[in-house]
């Protein structure tokens, strides 16, 4: 029956009208293609696994120079009760090599943690921000490997943000290592000392130290960590993916 309204034909069927949709996109020869197999999208993954290589490489590096003792390198030379000896002072433990006939031979390591009453307060900060840096590296990781897998299935929203966290969370754990490494140079640059206790064998001050290995590394995990998240954030919307309203024909 009509009343002169518009008919209903079936519970889907809705007035004729402006609709938005977005623009399909077709290929040279007329075909529909999906955005995964478009050069843009080629570009922007390439550009998302380069920086995921380049940030996972910084995490290791980050995560494995925290384990390492070679932060800063003291130079101790002979006195009456010590030998000459090398000691490499790091964020978890500190370790002595003897230094004789041009060799240098590892006597012991000694480890510590926050809560010992000598430890100056850049390790005490190094001993915190080495391990966040590793978490949120780690949850990075994670959101950029779904931001991937959106990528490939064309969820545009998910995809850019979960780039965003991924970038915040990578570029994050570089400033908490950066941190780490600038302090631990500033404690080298103005010779402070640490009171470590006499079954240390170690002097207050040493006669001369620098920075060690493991203080590069961290600065080269930094590095990548920041590099990888700004890779992140070049993820935009597609232009092929804006909607545009179109008149249905009638």
């Known amino acids: 029956m009509s009343d002169g309204g518009p008919e209903i034909h079936g519970k889907c069927s ?26 843009l999208f080629n570009g922007r993954l390439k550009l998302q696994l380069m920086g995921f290589v380049v940030a996972t490489v910084g995490w290791v590096l980050g995560t494995t120079s925290m384990a390492l003792a070679e932060w800063r390198v003291w130079y101790v030379n002979s006195t009456s009760l010590l030998s000459s000896h090398l000691a490499c002072v ?8 003897h230094q004789g006939n041009g060799l240098d031979r590892a006597i012991g390591c000694q480890g510590y943690s926050y809560f010992d009453p000598y430890i100056p307060m850049d390790i005490r900060v190094a001993q915190i921000l080495l391990p966040l840096a590793t978490i949120l590296g780690l949850f990075s990781k994670a959101a950029i490997i779904f ?9 545009v929203q998910k995809t850019c943000d979960a780039s965003a966290v991924a970038g915040m969370l990578s570029i ?14 500033l404690s080298i640059q103005t010779e402070e000392g640490i009171a470590f206790p006499p079954s ?33 954030f070049s993820y935009k919307y597609p232009l092929d993916s804006r909607v545009h309203p179109t008149t249905s024909d009638t």
Request: hydrophobic share 45%; glycine share 10%; charged share 10%.
């Open 172 to 185: 994050a754990a570089s400033f908490c290592i950066l941190a780490a490494v600038v302090w631990n140079q």
């Open 200 to 232: 240390f064998n170690l002097p207050f001050k040493p006669d001369s130290q620098e920075v060690g290995g493991a203080a590069l590394m961290a600065f080269l995990g930094s590095c990548g960590l920041f590099f990888g998240g700004l890779a992140y």
């Open 90 to 97: 790091g964020v978890w433990r500190a370790c002595i090599f």
């Open 147 to 155: 931001a991937l897998k959106n990528m490939y299935l064309s969820k």
């Open 14 to 39: 809705l007035p004729s009208g402006p609709s938005l949709a977005p623009d399909a996109p077709s290929s040279a020869d007329g075909s529909p293609w999906t955005a995964s197999t478009s050069p």
